[in-house]
């Protein structure tokens, strides 16, 4: 009989908005230390949020210490250490600077920001303050796109020549859904920002920087009821996109992002195409890889079934035996983890930085598809 050995090191986390994020990184926190040993333990300490029942029911049932209305309070607690923001991407760049100047380690959502112009407003932030900060592309620490990651980096493709990614959700399919942060550009940003910017920060990760590209855009559905009853509303945002790509590396690429594909709900898809193998990755089994090697016996001819589980493989150890999986929370759990792992001397990644050069390719496909034409990324960052 004992008391198991305390953390001494607690680390005080503070979440702006409970929605859906705000769920997925509590959850994250809580579950971290459990599987893996951390140098810290989170502390859910305040949580933020404008709707006080909402926010008061989040708080307890997430485990926080306690809520507030207003994220000013939030971001001024003495006690928190981590500013973690989930709130609409129209809001990040503010919440971000305010941590900042309060000394605060910032974690941001995705995508940093709705423009450019803010996306850099946020990095000069963390900068000016010298204070860690990451964005939450929680995709790169899904096991099997880690994996896809490490084989292309160790040559399993080869140099690679094709890289195409889509992003196929029906969250705007019904003309009758009301509307809300995510049809209006100032708050919610592009589709290709929200949705697109997991793929381009993939695309970025594993080829390299982006040199131009053209693309089309549509909404189909252009008005939406307003949720106070009060007529409908002008949506301001692509509900479609999609992008044709130049890397710098002269590797060619395509990216589709749609919220109006009936009967697919969230479902992404990542292939690579080298000078010597391919490798595919789809997230409706994401414990998989499927990959082809040119070098096989022609006996074997065809695409062969990776399981992402194995112990030499990423993220595998902090998990459960092979054969068991692992899901979508998980994907934070490794993020927000690694994080703390190098909490507080960092470097934590991405970090903001990478989240401006991701927001720089949106703003060069949202002009693009704008002006019918191929635009330079150099376009965005250096008019
Ligand atoms: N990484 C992922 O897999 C993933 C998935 C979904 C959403 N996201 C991103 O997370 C962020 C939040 O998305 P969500 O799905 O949790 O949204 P949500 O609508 O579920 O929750 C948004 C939260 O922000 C609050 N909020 C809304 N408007 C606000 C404002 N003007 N000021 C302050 N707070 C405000 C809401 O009250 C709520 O607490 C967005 O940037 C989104 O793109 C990431």
């Known amino acids: 009989m004992g008391a198991p050995p305390r953390l001494t090191r607690e680390v005080g986390i503070g979440v702006a ?22 140098p810290c333990r989170p ?11 909402k926010v008061s029911r989040a708080a307890a049932a997430y485990g926080f210490e306690r809520w507030v209305g207003d994220w000013h309070d939030l971001v001024n607690s003495p006690d928190v250490d981590i500013v973690d923001i989930c709130t609409p991407p129209g809001t990040h760049a503010e919440i971000a600077a305010a941590a900042a100047a309060a000394g605060k380690a ?22 000016r303050a010298g204070v860690l900060n990451a964005v939450g592309f929680n995709y790169r620490r899904l096991p099997a796109v880690s994996l896809m990651k ?29 509307f809300d942060w995510r049809f209006d550009r100032t708050v919610g940003g592009s ?12 695309a970025l990760w594993m080829v390299g920087s982006v040199a131009e590209v053209t693309a089309q855009s549509e909404t189909f559905v252009r008005t939406r009821p307003d949720p106070g009853g009060a007529g409908s509303r002008m949506v301001t945002v692509d509900e479609a996109s999609s992008a044709l790509v130049r890397f710098e ?43 082809g090697e040119g070098a096989d016996s022609p006996g074997l001819y065809g695409m062969r079934r990776i399981r992402a589980e194995h112990e030499t493989h990423p993220y595998a150890r902090n998990w459960w035996p092979i054969g068991q999986g692992v899901g979508y929370g998980s994907s934070f ?16 990644e991405p970090d903001f930085k990478q989240g401006v050069a991701v927001q720089a390719v949106c703003e060069a496909i949202e002009r693009a598809a704008a002006e019918r034409r191929w635009v330079e990324v150099a376009e965005v960052t250096s008019p």
Request: proline letters at 5%.
């Open 249 to 291: 590396s002269g590797a060619r690429g395509v990216f589709e992002m749609a919220r109006t594909a009936v009967r697919r709900p969230c479902d992404f898809t990542i292939e690579v195409n080298g000078e010597t193998g391919t490798l595919v990755f789809e997230y409706a089994r994401l414990n998989e890889l499927t990959y």
């Open 17 to 38: 908005g409970y929605g859906m994020m705000g769920k997925a990184h509590a959850y994250a926190y809580t579950v971290a230390p459990v599987m893996r040993t951390l």
């Open 333 to 348: 759990v490794n993020h927000l983890g690694d994080l703390l792992e190098r909490w507080p001397a960092g470097p934590w």
């Open 43 to 53: 502390r859910l300490r305040v949580i933020s949020g404008r709707d006080e029942a």
């Open 106 to 127: 910032v974690i941001c959502e995705k995508p940093l920001a709705v423009s450019y112009a803010q996306a850099m407003d946020a990095a000069v932030s963390v900068q």
């Open 191 to 202: 589709t290709i920002a929200d949705l697109g910017s997991h793929l381009i920060d993939l």
């Open 150 to 178: 490490r084989m292309i980096d160790e040559g399993a493709v080869g140099k690679v020549r094709l890289w195409r990614a889509t992003w196929l959700s029906d969250e705007f399919v019904d003309p009758a859904i009301p």
